[in-house]
């Protein structure tokens, strides 16, 4: 049986249990809006694939990865949105079964690998301490150098916590200290280690660089305007295939995922300014910001009523959340993950550059607020090209505007 006390509260998994159980003559009636969207006969498809896949549905219920529909013979995890709590106003039904894990383990690989990363800085920074002479310390801290490299070129320092930030900082200091022994030692042995540290950096250097000016051949039409204004802006994704995870996706592959920073690098707000606010999404400076639009030309597809994922927990949703598309007549402008109930422009609308198209949210596929925008053209991914700033941005690049 299903709990249906709080209706209020249970509006999506209602609605949805309605549609899947309904016969299918009355589908275009619970959900036209979906109906308009995709066609009847794509609908019908969904749905029967996904009941051939399930079984009878017994119940559809909330949890922390989705909506998850209930069956004879299985479950599978969905997205669905509903404004008046009868209608469906939006549905997505993730392919294969859904098999929750029993332990949450995705902290288990990144702390594993900052752990060996810590110790391994530890034990580098250590041997320049231990340095027998003046050219085995040169490659001693090169080889720290090649380390730091890493860590500041391929991740992207602005979005590390603090406990993770500041002593990675206190580490250089550390090892920059050990100079002091420099005046004692001898010069001569130890160049085996200098040879080292010498190539470390400079491979890593030509490999950084290259990535960081990476550009896939194919720009927009145009410059656009950064669309997001009055602050300091640091790059999370965006260069080479090394620097951005978006290359795997064809029309995204030159995509730039934005945050706010803030002094000393942070990305959230100092806790007295979020007291009183509702969720963790708040404590973000990018949250909430305007996002106007980057060029003109005329929407093509707007979403509003997708919710915020919790910072950290992603469930299932469309992947672009809450956004706004314009087709500028030569290529399509994407920004998305905007905040529920602030767009401000619907399909078809014209839109010129500077307008507030809503606010930045964390709808959709994000672990955390931030701006999502890419262009494309036949199905591939554009170099962005920005007003007013120079050459391609990466990963780690901040842009003040």
Known sequence: MRDTTDEAANAAPDA???????????????????????????????VDTTLGRVGEVTGVRD???????????????????TRDGHELDGLLIAPGAHRPARLRTNWV???????????LFVVRIDACWEAPSRIAWCGRLLIVAAGYLVVEGWRAPALFPWWIRRPLEAGALVALASAWRLPGLPTSGGAPELVVGAALVAVLGVLLMRARRHRWGTAVSQPLVFPLQGGSWYVGQGGGRSLNHHFAVPEQRGALDVVQAGPGGTRGRHRARTQGTHGKNERYLIY??????????????????????????????????NHVWIDTGAEIVKLAHLRPGTVTVSTGDPVRVGQVLGEVGNSGNSSEPHLHLHAERDGLGLDLEFEGVSGPLYRGRTVRT
């Open 16 to 46: 949805l249990y309605r549609f899947l159980t309904a016969e299918p003559a009355d589908r275009e009636r619970l959900a036209p809006r979906v109906v308009a969207a995709v066609g009847r006969e794509r609908l019908d498809e969904i």
């Open 63 to 81: 949890s922390r990865d989705g909506l998850v529909i209930e069956g004879t013979r299985g479950r599978a995890l969905a997205f669905a949105a």
């Open 109 to 119: 690989r990144p702390a594993l690998a900052w752990t060996v990363l810590v110790l």
């Open 288 to 321: 909430g910001q305007p996002v106007h639009a980057p060029c003109d030309g005329t929407v093509v597809s707007a979403a509003d009523h997708i919710d915020d994922q919790e910072p950290g927990a992603v469930r299932y949703q469309p992947l672009y959340g």
